[in-house]
């Protein structure tokens, strides 16, 4: 039995949610905090256990879902209750996380 880096990582990033939403009292937008901390959730479990079992996976796919929800929870900071901003500011943030990682890594790098 191993310690994977990446699940540690995943449950410093969802602590990091839950304390920004104690920071706010609790008054954020909810099914952003809920929709965004089980996709990750599932996201980091399913590509976690594919790469123990295959070591030809791509980490950018891990490395964009990591900063794809750190930029998620930077979001709900910025306060705005209305829902189609925050519906924007969750695809701005998931694009993004994608995004910035595809474009600075190349597949080679691990």
Do not use: C, Q
């Not at 905090?33 to 996201?43: A, D, K, N």
């Amino acid at each position: 039995m191993r310690i994977k880096s990446n699940g540690i990582f995943g449950l410093v990033a969802i602590g990091i949610m839950f304390f920004i939403a104690s920071e706010k009292k609790w008054d954020i937008p909810w099914g952003y905090f809920v929709i965004g901390t089980i996709l990750y959730s599932i996201i980091l479990i399913a590509l976690t256990n594919d790469y123990s079992r295959k070591s030809s996976g791509d980490p950018r796919l891990i490395l964009g879902s990591h900063l794809a929800y750190l930029l998620l929870a930077g979001g709900m900071t910025l306060g705005y209750t209305d829902f189609w901003v925050n519906f924007g500011i969750f695809l701005a943030a998931i694009t993004a996380g994608f995004a910035i990682t595809f474009m600075l890594l190349d597949r080679s790098s691990k």
